[in-house]
Nanobody, 128 residues
């Protein structure tokens, strides 16, 4: 069992930056493949970014590629999503997720149903 707590959301102007954190307890994050997803009002939860179990591979949705960066600090057992050049369409609740089992250490996962543990989410609002 792993518990995830996101933080770092807030209100920011377009063009600004935020860094979301996903703190884990119960298990070591470095042994898991992880993902970030977001859900805007009235929309389905959407993939944002993923990191492989090994940490060597990352994958981003086209809409955030070049602006967002997924990283992990194994010493703090925390994952981060650095978000730069934010746009109003980035407004959503952001969730981190963990996949409890991954055969291939270098593989990333983009489907929400491929993850087993989720945080409670943190709100990001980007004003124009």
């Amino acid at each position: 069992q792993v518990q995830l707590v996101e933080s770092g959301g807030g209100l920011v102007q377009a063009g600004g930056s935020l860094r979301l954190s996903c703190a884990a307890s119960g298990r070591t994050l470095s042994t898991y493949a992880m993902g970030w997803f977001r859900q805007a009002p009235g929309k389905e939860r959407a993939f944002v970014a993923a990191i492989s179990r090994s940490g060597d591979s990352t994958y981003y949705a086209d809409s955030v590629k070049g602006r967002f960066t997924f990283s992990r600090d194994n010493g703090k057992n925390t994952a981060y999503l650095q978000m730069n050049s934010l746009k109003p369409e980035d407004t959503a609740v952001y969730y981190c997720a963990v996949r409890s089992w991954a055969l291939y250490s270098g593989r990333t996962y983009q489907g929400a149903n491929e993850y087993d543990y989720w945080g409670q989410g943190t709100q990001v609002t980007v004003s124009s």
